[in-house]
């Protein structure tokens, strides 16, 4: 099921406890670019189909990465893409979109998702798997 756009952006604003609706979208669509560059196939093009349209776009439209970055590039990526941002608030964004998207994308889908990632990735999906 397809979040609408404002459940999804309220739910990133609640999670980043963002002052307002514009916040949580930047961060959200850094994200989900960073994100989509790192997802291939299938796996890629289920979650956006889970995703509000615009969003969708951004993950499917991201130009592929060469290699995944590990969690913590990942947060220093998303730091150097949103203005003002440190690692410790990006880390912040990260979970706050990644958490969101894990929601959406539900437990099946986000298994593949993380076979795709690096390890490490189970925790900004806020998804703590077992060792």
């Known amino acids: 099921m397809t979040l609408r756009r404002e459940a999804f ?26 994100l989509g560059a790192h997802l291939v196939g299938e796996v890629r093009a289920q979650l956006a189909a889970r995703l509000p349209e615009d969003f969708a776009l951004i993950l499917l439209n991201a130009l592929q990465s ?41 437990d099946d889908l986000l298994g593949q998702i993380l076979l795709q990632l690096p390890a490490g990735y189970d ?5 703590p798997q077992p060792a």
């Open 9 to 34: 952006l309220d739910r990133v604003k609640e999670r980043g406890e963002y002052d307002s609706l514009q916040e949580a979208e930047r961060a959200a669509r850094v994200v989900l670019a960073l």
């Open 66 to 106: 060469a290699e995944p970055l590990p969690p913590e590039r990942f947060v220093r990526a998303t730091a150097a893409w949103i203005e003002g941002a440190t690692e410790q608030t990006a880390a912040w964004d990260v979970s706050a979109v990644l958490s969101t998207a894990a929601d959406a994308a539900g």
């Open 123 to 127: 925790l900004l999906f806020g998804r």
